[in-house]
């Protein structure tokens, strides 16, 4: 039986669950439940802190997980990341008082405050600088009026709490953050691992991808193709209307309003837009 780990509680949690859900596997229905079995699927659930996934997961007591990129880094775990899911996204960055620095080489020396020591250090390390980190849980925006730190390096979404309390974000992004799928460093092939991969990477394109169908003169469908090529080729079939037929093809969702105005434009008809529930391409 796969066994897996998935966030119990904060950000991580309600957006797994839901892909997990979209992906077949049963859910659990009380937040309480810390350990569910899919029988029918031959998984096992376990709802840890998210900050604690990986390095379950690194320590070979778990096959896979679904935790923070962010987590997984921070954690130093003996795990390593498989496939991105595209939500929770956060990005970090380091900010202070106006003009503390421009750079990461401008920390050369200075105190550091973070949730996230552990990413923080690799990042410094990999530019060289030696700074003092020290590890606060919440809210870090205070630590310096407190006088703890000289800078901080923390989540910033629009930077509106950090102008509020006068500080300043700058240099480059310390890291873009989502959630991610784990599995232990080095691991090898797992088709129980593969089959639980493929069902969450064909969510993501059934949330990426709409199915479009439509009707257009047998003359404009080159034309047509060219707007919507698929992800091989469309579907093309005779209508019973002589001259004419009937072309399906996958669109990419943001992009459905547009091509639909294009068809329309080349005499295209009864256009229809559809969601996919599921695929494996």
């Known amino acids: 039986m796969l066994r897996i780990a998935v966030p119990n509680k904060g950000s991580l949690s309600g957006p797994a669950a839901e892909m997990l859900h979209e992906a077949g596997y049963r859910q659990r229905k009380d937040s309480k439940e810390l350990v569910l079995v899919d029988a029918d699927n031959s998984v096992e659930f376990f709802f840890l802190r998210p900050r604690d996934i990986a390095i379950y997961v690194g320590s070979g007591r778990l096959d896979i997980g679904v935790t923070g990129r962010d987590l997984l880094l921070d954690s130093g775990a003996e795990a390593e990341e498989v496939l991105a899911l595209g939500f929770a996204g956060s990005t970090f960055r380091f900010a202070g008082p106006v003009g503390t620095a421009k750079d990461v080489q401008g920390l050369q020396g200075l105190r550091i405050a973070t949730s996230y020591p552990g990413l923080v250090r690799r990042h410094l ?3 060289g600088v030696e700074a003092s980190v020290t590890r606060l849980d ?7 009026q407190l006088g703890v730190a000289d800078v901080i390096a923390d989540v910033v979404e629009t930077g509106t709490t950090l102008r509020n309390a006068g500080l300043e974000v700058f240099g480059d992004p310390i890291l873009e953050s989502d959630a991610v799928v784990v599995r232990p460093r080095g691991a090898g092939e797992d088709p129980r691992v593969e089959q639980f991969l493929r069902r969450l990477q064909g969510v993501l394109v059934a949330r990426r991808y709409v199915m479009m169908d439509y009707d257009i003169r ?6 047509a193709v060219a707007l919507t090529p698929g992800l091989e080729s469309p579907t093309v079939s005779p209508l019973h209307s002589e001259g004419w037929v009937a072309v399906r093809s996958m669109v990419l969702r943001k992009e459905a309003q547009r091509i639909m105005d294009d068809l329309w434009a080349i ?3 009864a256009i229809l837009v559809t969601n996919i529930h599921a695929c494996r391409l």
């Open 125 to 127: 390390a990999d530019h």
């Open 138 to 144: 919440g809210a870090v925006e205070t630590a310096i």
């Open 218 to 223: 047998a003359e404009r469908v080159g034309d």
């Open 267 to 269: 005499g295209a008809r």
